[in-house]
């Protein structure tokens, strides 16, 4: 598997599954539980972009190709700060 689909399955696997997260979230609107389980799906889809450029930050090194891994770094300690920030300004 090459790269360009490790990173296209991941993106699809995380945006399936908060979407469907979500779903149930809803069909259960009525409960306490409704708002927790909310949250869950929009977490997982934040963190699925992440997912996605760590996985692919892996491919990388795994082929070798150090000037995508230096670039691929700074992307995630942008996504790591970003994240970082956002929480502690809630």
């Known amino acids: 598997m090459n790269i360009t689909d490790r990173t296209s399955l991941t993106l699809k696997i995380g945006i399936t599954l908060g979407i469907v997260i979500m779903i149930i979230g809803l069909i259960f609107s009525n409960q306490d539980t409704e ?43 942008v996504m790591i700060i970003g994240l970082a920030v956002s929480f502690l300004y809630e």
């Open 35 to 77: 708002q927790h389980v909310l949250w869950l799906g929009i977490l997982i889809l934040i963190c699925t972009p992440l997912t996605g450029v760590i996985v692919t930050y892996i491919s990388l090194i795994e082929d070798k190709d150090w000037k995508w891994v230096k670039i691929t770094t700074l992307l995630i300690i």
